[in-house]
């Protein structure tokens, strides 16, 4: 069965993100995640050709192949967790289809994954892989953005499980001294058009807790990458990280 994830006491909703093995201690990483209350976890898979990703998290993914990553390796490490916390793997098309659809699913299954961000395969050909991932209970999270027409969102919206990824700008992941407008707009317009139970989260542009207060007027919660990424590399202490993720929970 698909779950959508839940506000949690009517607090808005925070998803950190991590690139898979980009650093030793990722796992450990994760697992401070979790403590801090996130109520998500996005990793993303190294991919040598990123669409949406920018400067920071392409360095991140280098970091990770370096560290001789590879979509087995990060999801043999997701399959040893032990949190109460769902996973969701971000990752691009090209790596779902070099290993095969059902095997994906079926390795990402055995990873404990609760769902998938395929960034770049857009509605009108989701249908092989959201077949498998729905048999298989795996969530298929889509994505909106501020030029996505009105029907054309709602119709991204019913088939997004999960969540619903907005985008907040039109441009690649990286942080922002301040919020774009195009994110508010985005997101009031998302949230119009989701279904009742499918949670709207707001990601890319999204730098500091001040701007997650801002647009959660707006929507159910956001996803934090490059911000939590820079501070990985920059080679923050995990606690540190954990702190961070805190005070935008908090």
């Known amino acids: ?9 009517l607090k808005p909703l925070v998803v ?26 996005e990793v993303g898979l190294p991919f040598s050709d990123p669409m949406i990703d920018g400067p920071t998290i392409q360095e991140s993914s280098k970091k990770a192949i370096e560290n001789g990553a590879t979509t087995d390796s990060i999801l043999d490490g997701l399959a040893s967790l032990d949190i109460d916390c769902p996973i969701y793997i971000m990752t691009y098309y090209n790596l779902i289809v070099r290993v ?35 048999s298989a209970g795996v969530s298929q999270v889509l ?6 027409p009105d029907l054309r969102m709602a119709s991204i919206a019913k088939r997004s499980a999960g969540f619903l990824y907005t985008m907040g700008l039109m441009g690649v992941t990286g942080e922002r001294s301040s919020l ?5 707009e985005t997101a009031r317009r998302a949230k119009k058009v989701a279904p009742g139970d499918l949670p709207v989260l707001v990601g890319i542009g999204v730098s500091l807790p ?14 934090v990458g490059s911000a939590i990424v820079r501070r990985i590399l920059n080679g923050s202490k995990i606690d540190e990280i954990g702190e961070f993720i805190q005070s935008f929970k908090s």
């Not at 990722?26 to 976890?41: E, F, P, S, T």
């Open 180 to 184: 774009p407008q195009s994110a508010l």
């Open 143 to 148: 994505l909106v953005a501020p030029s996505t």
């Open 1 to 9: 069965m698909l779950e959508n994830l839940t506000k949690k006491d």
């Open 100 to 134: 095969g659809i059902d095997r994906f699913v079926e390795r990402v299954v055995s990873s404990k994954v609760k769902g998938l961000i395929v960034p770049d395969l857009p509605l009108e050909e989701i249908d092989e892989l959201n077949t498998a991932t729905r």
């Open 16 to 41: 950190p993100y991590i690139t898979g093995q980009m650093r030793d201690d990722w796992l450990d990483i994760i697992y401070q995640m979790a403590n801090a209350k996130a109520d998500a976890i």
């Open 210 to 223: 001040e701007q997650a207060r801002e647009i959660t007027k707006y929507c159910d919660g956001v996803v």
